[in-house]
């Protein structure tokens, strides 16, 4: 018998086509999409019919998280975190609120995603490692009491961030079970120092019709 | 003579291997699948009033009776409603309704002031037949300033067929009501199109009268 001679093709598939979607599809997420932050705590925000974006730029966003005790019940009691989305921004509103930070730890600032340490940790906690800094910041807050009755710390990052950028627009960002004296805190900070127009953020919601 | 020169240039196709490009591609879609967000978070606006004291006296007690409604919003979900002037003494004046089309938003759609008129029914409708007529003839529209404008005209009580008095809201919600719960009355505001309500905060005098109902805080 003869041999049998398995033709071996070479077997070539053109994948010019496919790269060019690839090309497509990336260039597409890269424009349309902004980064996760990194929240050091997550929280559920309500939902509303509201259908207004926020703001492109130039966003103070509070994010105001509830302390809960043991069981697992708000205590009324709540942390406060900040982030301001430009970094330039952000690292002026430092020099502002402590003037005697050093290169180094500005940087380091300017790099996390939210801050809510109060300032008289701020050294420390910026020294520390970035796996430490992450394990320790969920557990801290700005600070909304003021203890010799002027500005709290958090009207001092509100009114740094104000001179830093005039036209800054402020976002709450609350989890839905927060009771309502946690967010009244932060309302009336706000308000005392005459920030009275601000956003907060939500889900969108369909409406129920009957 | 000798060997005939090769001037015949080769014709050869230029393949190039496209795969590692794709595979590169492919992980860098999937790194910002997984590392972005592709929506904006949705808001809403809200102006509270100043706390600036003397300028508060002046401008209470503007609106009518009859077209005030207080809405308290208080812990586990409950609210509560009272129409026209508080009474604080009368705890049947406090009157619990539920969260929804079938509660509060009913209240707020019945209410009638003196003369009969259901401003909220009415600014609904009309907000309803602005956002058809939108719909149906979207040139007439070209801007979104000009339908804000007619419809924040419509909120001010401007209908078509005549200026009506508008509903004012005032919304209170107790300490350990909880965020949720607030922005569900904001949300009602907004379905509603009513165009001024106030967070306010609870007085004594309301405390009184929420205990007096029995009312968790």
New interface residues.
């Given amino acids: 018998m003869g041999k049998v001679k398995v033709k071996k093709s070479d077997v070539?598939i053109?994948?010019?086509p496919?790269?060019d979607v690839?090309?497509l599809?990336?260039t597409f997420?890269?424009l349309?999409?902004?980064?996760?932050k990194n929240e050091p705590v997550k929280v559920n925000?309500?939902?509303?019919?509201?259908?207004?974006?926020?703001p492109e730029n130039g966003v103070l966003t509070v994010l105001?998280n509830p302390q809960k005790d043991a069981a697992g019940n708000p205590t009324?009691e709540g942390q406060v975190f900040m982030s301001i989305d430009n970094t330039d921004q952000l690292g002026e509103a430092l020099d502002m609120v402590m003037p005697d930070v050093s290169a180094i730890e500005k940087e380091v600032f300017k790099r996390e995603a939210m801050f809510g340490i109060p300032l008289e940790e701020m050294k420390g906690y910026l020294g520390m490692s970035t796996n430490n800094r992450q394990k320790i910041l969920p557990e801290k807050g700005i600070p909304l009491d003021s203890i010799d009755g002027g500005m709290s710390e958090f009207q001092m990052w509100v009114q740094a961030a104000r001179t830093v950028n005039e036209n800054i627009k402020i976002?709450l960002k609350?989890?839905?079970?927060?009771?309502?004296?946690?967010?009244?805190k932060v309302?009336?900070e706000?308000?005392?120092m005459?920030e009275?127009?601000?956003?907060?953020?939500?889900?969108?919601k369909v409406?129920?019709?009957? | 003579m000798g060997k005939k020169k090769e001037s015949k240039q080769k014709k050869m196709t230029v393949r190039v291997d496209f795969t590692p490009m794709v595979d590169m591609l492919m992980l860098l879609i999937t790194f910002f699948m997984l590392c972005t967000t592709l929506s904006k978070p949705q808001t809403m606006e809200l102006t509270m009033p100043s706390n600036d004291e003397n300028q508060n006296e002046e401008n209470k007690n503007e609106t009518k009776a009859s077209q005030t409604v207080t809405l308290y919003v208080a812990a586990n979900n409950k609210i509560y409603y009272g129409e026209g002037i508080p009474e604080y003494n009368n705890p049947e004046w406090l009157k619990e309704t539920t969260w929804g089309s079938k509660g509060v938003r009913n209240v707020l759609r019945e209410h009638a002031t003196e003369d009969g008129t259901k401003p909220v029914k009415r600014i609904e409708l009309a907000v309803k037949e602005l956002n058809m007529d939108k719909a149906k003839n979207p040139k007439a529209y070209p801007e979104d300033s000009i339908f804000q404008k007619k419809l924040n005209a419509l909120k001010k009580g401007e209908l078509p067929d005549g200026k009506i008095p508008t509903l004012t809201i005032v919304i209170k919600p107790t300490d350990n009501a909880s965020y949720k719960n607030m922005v569900d009355a904001l949300d009602e505001m907004q379905i509603l199109s009513i165009g001024t309500y106030v967070i306010d905060k609870i007085t004594p005098d309301d405390e009184k009268l929420l205990k007096s109902k029995n009312v968790e805080m």
């Fill in positions: 070539w053109d994948m010019t496919m790269s690839m090309t599809l990336l997420f890269m349309t999409s902004t980064f996760v925000v309500p939902g509303s019919v509201s259908e207004i974006k926020v105001i009324g976002a609350s989890d839905a079970e927060t009771p309502y004296k946690t967010v009244k309302m009336s706000l308000q005392d005459d009275s127009h601000y956003y907060m953020i939500t889900n969108l409406a129920e019709e009957e």
